[in-house]
C-alpha cells in the first residue's frame, strides 16, 4: 500500500467575477494529476516559479481545498480540506523558518500545541516528547523557553522540522527547507532530515527548485512545469537521461562547474498566460521539438523506458 | 513591559506628553474632593471676572460660575467621553476587522462593503445623523463619535490580519489541529494587539475632539453640564468682549490632544518594530565617510578597492561589514566576489560608489580608486558623474530595482541624459537599441512597457541595458541571477558573457553560487565575515581551494549528477560581525585551527594572483 | 480609461443606495413621534395627522423609503418646515458657500502638506524638518473651532485686518476680493488640520519610499540627487498620499460645520447644525444624502486619478 495516493488531484482559482459578462472558469494552478509515493520513499518535485508546487504542497496537507481529485494517505481517504484531521499523518515544513513561528510565542508553545490539540496528550508527556524530539533534531532544551527572533535561519528551520515530528505524522512535505539557508547551513539541515527519515520511518514529499538539491535527497524525481506533470522517474537517471525536453533544459541549465556557458536551446523563457492557456502542451512555445500535433493536443503521461513516464508526443530517444 | 516603557521615555517628546498627561489626569481625578466651588451655581452679579481675581482664579463665565471649576469638571467629563469612545471603538472595529480578515471571502467582501459605505460620509454627517436621531446629549454624542469610528479600526486592522493571516505561522498552528477561535485568540491577537494599542494611542486625542466638536455645536452635552466642547461653545458668543471665557477652555482641549499626540507617537514608535531599528530613516545620497589612517597609494588598475571598511553604526552597536578588503579588475576582467549572507560581499559591491545606505552605514577606512582617482574622498557631484556613466550597476530583484510607475524607454533614456545633453527623441531610438542589445524581442513595442508587464527575465536584461546605457568601464553585478529561474539564469549568464567578451567590459560579478563564478569569472575572491580569505584564478581556487573554508564550503554544494548522497555541511555558525573574535573568524568552525589561528591576525599571504588568508592553508602557494 | 471610469460609477450606484438606507433608517430610529417632536407643544390630534400624512409618516417604512428615495431622484427632496421652500433649492444654495470654503481649503492642506512632508523627509532630522515637525503638531492637536475663534481676536478684534465673520460685506461688497478677504481665515483655520495629517503622512511615505531598491538604482546609474527627490521618489510616494488626500476631504467636508459656525459662513453644515435643533428632519436627510453623494464623486475622481499616476492598476 503507498503512503500517498493522489488521484486527479486539481485546483482550479476562481477569478473574480467581473461586472459585466459571465465569469471565467478560473485559474489552473494545478491540471489534474495523479501518482504515488511508496512508504519510506522520497518523491522529489521540482519546478520553477508557476509551476503549481505550493499549491500541490497546501492541498496535499489540507490547507487548500482540492477542486477535483482524491487523496488518500496510508489507503485512508482525506476528502474536506481539515489541517486538524490531516495533521496526524501529514506535516508540513515551511520554506521561511522565521515567518512559520508565531513570534510572540515561546519554542515550548509551539512544540506543545500539536501534542496539546491533535493528540490530546497530558502535560507531563508532552515534556517528556518535547524533549526527545529535541534530542532527535540536536537542539538543546534551553532553547524551549525563547522567543524565535532569538534564533537563526539553520536553527529556525530546525524548530520548524521539530514542530513537524512533533505531530508523529507518516508523511512530511517539505517545501523549500533549505532555499532561504546558506549552503553551509542548508547541508547541515539536509543531514539532518535523512537521518529522521530512517529514525522515525517517515516518507517524503521534498518540493525544491534546485536541481542538485532534490537529486542529492530524493529516490524519485517528479518534474513540474505550469500545473502538470511533464516528467516522473528514478533520481539517478531522470536528469542524466531526461526524455521531456523540458527536464533537459532544467538539466542544461543548471550551472555546473567545469561546463562551459552555453545558453540551452529554447525559444524565449516566456511561461503561458494562466488566463488563456494554451490548446496543447503548454511547453510547445519554448520547445524546439515542437510539432502542430503539440500545439493542438496536450499529451497524456506515457511510460517511457524503465520506470520513467513523460507527458510528450515527441519524447527524446537515447 | 519595562523594554517599552524605557524605550517610550527615552523619547523625550513622548516622556513630556505623559508628564502633561498625567498631571491633568491627575488634577480632574481630585477634583471632586479639591475645595472648588460648584460648577453649576449662577451668580449673575459676577459674571465676567476677570482671571486672577479673588476667589475665581479663571474668572467667571456669563453666569458668575467660576471657571476654574468648571473647567476641571469639563475636563473629566471630555476625559471620559473621549477615552469611553476610543475603547468602544476599538473594541468592536477591532473584532469586526480581525473577523473579516481572518475568514476572508465571502464574509470578508460583505463586512467591508458595510464598511466602505459608511467610510463613504465625510464623518460628521453620520454623527450628524446620529445625534440627529437620538438627539442632542453627551450620551449620544459618544455613540456617535464611537460609531463613525469604528470602520476606521475595522479597516485598519483588517489590513494588518489579512497581512498576518497569510503568514505561515497560521498554517502552522492550523496544522497543529488549533480551531479558528483559538487561532484568533492565541496567534492572531497577540501580534495584532499593539497595533490596536497605536491605534488607539493615535485616535484617542482625535475622538476627545470630535466630541468636543460636537458639545460646541450643542449636541453633546446639554446645560447646565458642562464639557470642554460646550464651554467654548457658550464662551464664543462673548469671544470679542471677554476673550479669556474661551481662551481658557481652548487651551485645555490643547494641552490634553497634544499631550495624548505626543505619547501616541511615542508608544507607536515603541512598539513598531519597524522604527525601533531605526529602520525608517531616509539613505543619504552618498555613504558618509569618517575615513581614519592613511589613504593608500594610487595603482594602475582600472577599478582597485585599497583596504576598504565599511561599517554600519546602529545604536552603540558597531558591525564591521567589509572589515579591510582590497580588490582590483583591470578592463575585460571578470572578476567573482563569492560569500555566504553575512560575508560582507553586497556592501563591498555598493561602497563602490558610495551606495551603502547610510546612516547606518559608514566607509571608515580605505580607498576605492577609479583611474587612480579616489572615489571615497570624492564630493557628490564628482562620484554621482561616474555613477552609471563609468562604473555601472546591476542589481538583484529586478521588479524591485526598477522603478515602478515609468516606463522603460524612460528609464532607460534618463540613464543616458543624467550625464549627456542629449535630447529625448534620440534617447529613446538609444532605449530601443540597447533592448535590442540585450535580446528582448519586439523592442520597439517593449520600450513603452512597465516593468510589472515584463517577465523576471526580460526585467532583469532592462537592468542589464540600463547599466550598458553609457558604455561604462566596469559593471558591478550584485547578484543578479539569484532572483531567477534556473532556465532563465542561464540565459542571462550568457548574455552577460557574450556583453562582456564583445565590449572589453570589466565586471565584478557577486553570488553566493560557485556554478555560476565557475562558468563566468576569470578570478575569485572568497569572503568571510567582512574580509577575502582566499583570492586567485578560478581553475585554481575551485580544483585547488587554499583556505580550509573555501575547501568545505566547496564540499557543502551539492552538484547536478551526483545521486543520492549525505552532503558535507560546516558545523557552527559564521561569526556576528558586531562580535569577532580576535585572530581568524573561521577558526571555531575549522578542524585544523591552532592555538596561533585564534590570537594574532592573519594575513593575506601571496601576491595579487593568488592569495590566502591562513596559517594552516589546504594548498602550498 | 473611459471604460474605467464608467466602471467606477456602476460600482458607486450601490455605495449611494446603501448610504441612502443607513440615513433612512438611522433617521426613523427617532425615539417618540416625529410629530410631536416638529410641533412641540401645538400639537392637537388633528394637526398631528396632518402633519404624519404630508410626511407620509402613516405608511409602512419600506413604503416610505421607496417613495423618498423616487422622489429624490426626480430632484424633490421635499419641503423643509422650518424654513418654507425645496429642501434642494437650500440644499444647492449653501453647497455652493461650502464648495468654495472646503474646496479652497482642500487645496490649500494639499499643496502645503505635501510640500511640508516632501522638505521634512528629504531634510530628516534637519532644522526644517524639525521644524515643520513642530508646526503640525501644534496643527493637528488644535480644534479648528479654537483656532479659528483665536484667529478672529487676532486678525480681526487687534490687528483689524480681516472682516471678522460672513461671506461678504454687509455693505458694497459682493465682489471677488470682497470673498477673498472674508475667506482667508476660514480656509486657513479650516485646512490647518488636514495640513498636518498630509505632511505627516507625506513624510513618511517619501521616507518609505526613498529606502526602496528602485531609489537605489536611480542613484546608481547617476540620476541627480534633486530629481530622485522630486521625480522617482515623489511619485511613487504619491501613490500612498493620494488616497488619503481622499480620506482628508472628508475631514475638511466635516471641519467645515464648525467653521462654519465661528465664522457665521452660511454654509450647509451650519444649515444641518440648524435643522438638527430645530428637528427639521427632511432638511437633515435631504442634506447629508446630497453632501454624501458629492463625496462619494469626489472619491471616484480620486480613484482615476491614482489610476492614471499607477499604471499598475487594472483599468
Known amino acids: 500500500m503507498p503512503a500517498l495516493k493522489v488521484d486527479n488531484l486539481a485546483k482550479t482559482f476562481a477569478l473574480k467575477k467581473p461586472l459585466f459578462g459571465a465569469a471565467s472558469t478560473g485559474v489552473r494552478a494545478v491540471r489534474p494529476m495523479s501518482f504515488q509515493v511508496q512508504s519510506g520513499e522520497t518523491l522529489g518535485v521540482v519546478g520553477e516559479s508557476g509551476c503549481g508546487k505550493s499549491t500541490l504542497a497546501r492541498m496535499l496537507v489540507g490547507l487548500l481545498d482540492a477542486s477535483e481529485g482524491k487523496i488518500e494517505i496510508e489507503g485512508k481517504a482525506l476528502d474536506n480540506a481539515d489541517p486538524a484531521k490531516f495533521g496526524k499523518l501529514i506535516q508540513y515544513v515551511f520554506q521561511d523558518p522565521n515567518s512559520s513561528l508565531n513570534p510572540r510565542k515561546t519554542i515550548r508553545q509551539v512544540m506543545e500545541a500539536p501534542l496539546k490539540r491533535l493528540h490530546g496528550m497530558p502535560r507531563s508527556e508532552r515534556e517528556a516528547r518535547v524533549s526527545q524530539i529535541f534530542a532527535s533534531v540536536n537542539l538543546r532544551e534551553e532553547f524551549l523557553e525563547r522567543y524565535p527572533h532569538e534564533f537563526s535561519g539553520g536553527q529556525a528551520q530546525r524548530i520548524g522540522i521539530a514542530r513537524a515530528l512533533a505531530a508523529n505524522p507518516r508523511i512530511i512535505v517539505l517545501d523549500e527547507p533549505v532555499s532561504a539557508l546558506d549552503v553551509s547551513v542548508q547541508a547541515q539541515v539536509l543531514n539532518l532530515l535523512a537521518d529522521l527519515k530512517t529514525e522515525f520511518g517517515l516518507t517524503y514529499l521534498f518540493i525544491t527548485h534546485d536541481l542538485a538539491v532534490v537529486e542529492a535527497v530524493s529516490d524519485r524525481i517528479m518534474v513540474l512545469y505550469f500545473g502538470s506533470v511533464v516528467e516522473i522517474g528514478d533520481a539517478r537517471r531522470i536528469f542524466a537521461n531526461p526524455r521531456h525536453p523540458y527536464t533537459k533544459l532544467l538539466a542544461e541549465s543548471a550551472p555546473v562547474v567545469g561546463r562551459p556557458l552555453t545558453a540551452p536551446e529554447q525559444k524565449g523563457t516566456e511561461l503561458p498566460d494562466p488566463l488563456n492557456p494554451p490548446l496543447g502542451c503548454a511547453f510547445a512555445g519554448r520547445c524546439p521539438n515542437a510539432t502542430d500535433l503539440c500545439r493542438t493536443q496536450e499529451p497524456e503521461l506515457e511510460p517511457v523506458g524503465e520506470d520513467q513516464l513523460a507527458a510528450c508526443h515527441h519524447p527524446i530517444q537515447d | 513591559m519595562t523594554a517599552f516603557l524605557k524605550l517610550l521615555f527615552r523619547n523625550r517628546l513622548a516622556a513630556l506628553g505623559a508628564v502633561v498627561l498625567s498631571a491633568v489626569l491627575i488634577l480632574v481625578l481630585l477634583t471632586p474632593v479639591l475645595p472648588l466651588q460648584n460648577p453649576d451655581i449662577t451668580a449673575t452679579a459676577d459674571r465676567f471676572q476677570k482671571p486672577f481675581t479673588e476667589g475665581h482664579l479663571l474668572g467667571t463665565d456669563h453666569l458668575g460660575r467660576d471657571l476654574l471649576s468648571r473647567l476641571l469638571h469639563g475636563t473629566r467629563l471630555s476625559l471620559a467621553v473621549g477615552i469611553a469612545a476610543a475603547l468602544i471603538a476599538a473594541t468592536i472595529g477591532s473584532a469586526i476587522g480581525i473577523v473579516a480578515g481572518y475568514f476572508g471571502g465571502r464574509a470578508d467582501n460583505i463586512i467591508m462593503r458595510g464598511v466602505d459605505m459608511l467610510m463613504a460620509f465625510p464623518y460628521i454627517l453620520l454623527a450628524l445623523v446620529i445625534v440627529a436621531a437620538l438627539g442632542p446629549g453627551l450620551m449620544n454624542a459618544l455613540i456617535a463619535v464611537a460609531a463613525v469610528n469604528v470602520p476606521f479600526f475595522a479597516r485598519n486592522i483588517r489590513g494588518i490580519t489579512v497581512g498576518l493571516a497569510g503568514r505561515e505561522f497560521i498554517d502552522a498552528a492550523r496544522l497543529a489541529g488549533m480551531g479558528h477561535i483559538r487561532i484568533i485568540l492565541t496567534e492572531l491577537l497577540p501580534n495584532v494587539l499593539p497595533v490596536i494599542i497605536i491605534a488607539m494611542s493615535t485616535t484617542v486625542g482625535w475622538m476627545i475632539l470630535e466630541t468636543a466638536g460636537l458639545s460646541f455645536l450643542g449636541l453633546g452635552s446639554q446645560p447646565p453640564q458642562a464639557d470642554l466642547g460646550s464651554m467654548l461653545g457658550e464662551a464664543r458668543s462673548a469671544l470679542i468682549s471677554h476673550p479669556h471665557t474661551s481662551v481658557v477652555p481652548g487651551i485645555m482641549i490643547f494641552l490634553i490632544v497634544m499631550s495624548i499626540n505626543l505619547l501616541g507617537d511615542g508608544v507607536r514608535d515603541a512598539l513598531d518594530p519597524r522604527l525601533r531599528s531605526g529602520a525608517l530613516s531616509r539613505p543619504r545620497a552618498m555613504t558618509l565617510v569618517e575615513r581614519k589612517g592613511e589613504v593608500p597609494a594610487p595603482t594602475d588598475d582600472l577599478l582597485a578597492i585599497q583596504d576598504l571598511q565599511t561599517q554600519f553604526h546602529v545604536g552603540d552597536r558597531v558591525y564591521r561589514a567589509v572589515g579591510g578588503v582590497s580588490l582590483s579588475v583591470k578592463a575585460g576582467e571578470c572578476l567573482g566576489v563569492i560569500g555566504e549572507s553575512g560575508s560582507g560581499k553586497s556592501v563591498t559591491a555598493l561602497s563602490v560608489m558610495g551606495l551603502v545606505a547610510s546612516p547606518p552605514g559608514v566607509i571608515t577606512g580605505g580607498a576605492v580608486r577609479f583611474q587612480g582617482e579616489d572615489l571615497i574622498g570624492a564630493s557628490y557631484e564628482s562620484l554621482r558623474q561616474k555613477r552609471g556613466d563609468r562604473v555601472a550597476y546591476i542589481f538583484q530583484d529586478p521588479l524591485s530595482t526598477l522603478h515602478p510607475l515609468y516606463r522603460v524607454g524612460r528609464q532607460l533614456s534618463e540613464a543616458i541624459q543624467s550625464h549627456h545633453d542629449i535630447p529625448t527623441a534620440e534617447t529613446q531610438a538609444r532605449a530601443v537599441q540597447l533592448l535590442r542589445d540585450v535580446r528582448i524581442p519586439n523592442a520597439e513595442a517593449r520600450v513603452d512597457n512597465y516593468p510589472h508587464e515584463l517577465s523576471g527575465g526580460m526585467r532583469q536584461r532592462v537592468g542589464i541595458a540600463m547599466a550598458l546605457a553609457n558604455e561604462p568601464d566596469v559593471i558591478i553585478a550584485d547578484e543578479p541571477t539569484t532572483a531567477l529561474d534556473v532556465t532563465v539564469q542561464a540565459q542571462i549568464l550568457s548574455l552577460l558573457d557574450d556583453l562582456q567578451r564583445e565590449r572589453g567590459l570589466a565586471i565584478i560579478f557577486i553570488t553566493h553560487d560557485f556554478g555560476v563564478v565557475a562558468q563566468l569569472c576569470d578570478r575569485i575572491a572568497v569572503m568571510y565575515a567582512g574580509r577575502i580569505v582566499e583570492e586567485g584564478p578560478t581553475p585554481s581556487v575551485l580544483e585547488a581551494p587554499a583556505h580550509p573554508y573555501t575547501k568545505r564550503l566547496i564540499a557543502c554544494v551539492p552538484e547536478l549528477g551526483g545521486g543520492q548522497r549525505a552532503l558535507a555541511a560546516i558545523p557552527g555558525l559564521p561569526p556576528l560581525v558586531d562580535d569577532l573574535p580576535p585572530g581568524c573568524a573561521f577558526a571555531s568552525r575549522c578542524e585544523k585551527a591552532q592555538e596561533t589561528c585564534r590570537t594574532g591576525e592573519v594575513m593575506l599571504k601571496g601576491d595579487a594572483s593568488r592569495a590566502v588568508r591562513c596559517h594552516y592553508p589546504e594548498e602550498a602557494i | ?315
Open chain 3, 1 to 315: 480609461m473611459g471604460g474605467y471610469i464608467v466602471k467606477r460609477l456602476v460600482s458607486a450606484v450601490p455605495v449611494l443606495l446603501g448610504i441612502t438606507i443607513i440615513v433612512f433608517l438611522i433617521m426613523s430610529l427617532i425615539p417618540g413621534d416625529p410629530a410631536t417632536a416638529i410641533l412641540g407643544s401645538y400639537a392637537t390630534p388633528e394637526n398631528m395627522e396632518k402633519l404624519n400624512r404630508d410626511l407620509g409618516l402613516d405608511k409602512p417604512v419600506i413604503t416610505r423609503y421607496f417613495i423618498w428615495i423616487t422622489n429624490m431622484l426626480t430632484g424633490d427632496f421635499g419641503r423643509s418646515y422650518s424654513l418654507n421652500r425645496p429642501v434642494i433649492d437650500e440644499v444647492l444654495e449653501r453647497f455652493n458657500a461650502t464648495l468654495i470654503l472646503a474646496g479652497t481649503a482642500f487645496v490649500l492642506c494639499s499643496v502645503l502638506g505635501i510640500l511640508a512632508g516632501v522638505v521634512s523627509a528629504a531634510r530628516q532630522y534637519g532644522v526644517a524638518d524639525k521644524i515643520i515637525t513642530f508646526v503640525v503638531l501644534i496643527g493637528i492637536s488644535v480644534p479648528a473651532f479654537f483656532l479659528g475663534m483665536m484667529m478672529i481676536l487676532l486678525f480681526a478684534v487687534n490687528l483689524r485686518w480681516l472682516p471678522v465673520s460672513g461671506m461678504y460685506a454687509i455693505y458694497g461688497g459682493g465682489d471677488l476680493p470682497d470673498l477673498l478677504r472674508h475667506l482667508i481665515m476660514p480656509a486657513l483655520a479650516l485646512a490647518a488640520v488636514a495640513t498636518g495629517v498630509i505632511a505627516r503622512l507625506s513624510r513618511s511615505a517619501m521616507l518609505e519610499v526613498l529606502r526602496q531598491d528602485f531609489i537605489r538604482t536611480a542613484r546608481a546609474k547617476g540620476v541627480p540627487e534633486r530629481r530622485v527627490i522630486m521625480g522617482h521618489a515623489l511619485r511613487a510616494a504619491m501613490v500612498s498620499i493620494i488616497p488619503v488626500l481622499g480620506i482628508q476631504a472628508g475631514f475638511v467636508l466635516s471641519g467645515a460645520v464648525y467653521i462654519e459656525i465661528v465664522f457665521q459662513w452660511p454654509g450647509v453644515g451650519r444649515m444641518l447644525v440648524d435643522a438638527i435643533l430645530k428637528r427639521d428632519l427632511l432638511l437633515v436627510q435631504g442634506g447629508v444624502v446630497f453632501v454624501a453623494a458629492c463625496y462619494v464623486l469626489f472619491n471616484i475622481a480620486v480613484d482615476v486619478a491614482q489610476s492614471l499616476l499607477d499604471p499598475r492598476i487594472k483599468t
